[in-house]
């Protein structure tokens, strides 16, 4: 049941839902979760508003994947790591990207973060993903 949020084996990724880059994003986490402790939330949603409140954080002036573990929020590369660091398989060793000084990491992120929708033009339709991964996504 992925209606529990906060509870401490669930991990909520907070993604534009208005881009594709994200949603695909989504797919490829939750196809790569074999624990399922990935829940998501569009920024745009009620449910992603509500989570940010704790932290003062205006979803609209975000441009970047959030990651909330708990009381923890990450934004930029630091939350596509920590998504890295939990998923199954050989994936957790992107994680070693840590070692990178962030200010290298989050310039390459947000390098393609402001380019995401020139690039990628097709919007990926909420009917079009797949049921596995919209039962995971908090309304």
């Known amino acids: 049941n992925f209606t529990t949020v906060n509870t ?3 991990i909520v990724v907070l993604f534009d839902g208005d881009c594709t880059v994200c949603n695909r994003s989504i ?9 399922k402790i990935f829940q998501f939330a ?3 949603s009620s449910k992603g508003i509500e989570l940010l409140k704790d932290f003062s954080i205006n979803p609209t002036q975000l441009n970047s994947l959030v990651v909330k573990d708990g009381k923890k929020l990450f934004t930029h ?3 596509v790591l920590q998504i890295c660091k939990n998923l199954s398989g050989g994936w957790k060793l992107l994680y070693l990207g840590v ?4 200010i290298i990491r989050d310039k390459l992120y947000t390098f393609v973060a402001e ?7 097709n919007q990926v339709k909420c009917e079009n993903i797949p049921s596995e991964v919209r039962e995971r996504i908090l309304n």
Request: without cysteine; glycine residues 0%; aromatic residues 6%.
């Open 77 to 79: 590369s630091t939350a």
């Open 8 to 10: 401490p084996n669930h």
């Open 27 to 35: 797919q490829f986490i939750a196809l790569r979760d074999k624990k």
């Open 42 to 44: 569009p920024l745009q």
């Open 115 to 121: 380019r995401r929708h020139k690039i990628f033009k």
């Open 99 to 102: 070692l990178i000084p962030r």
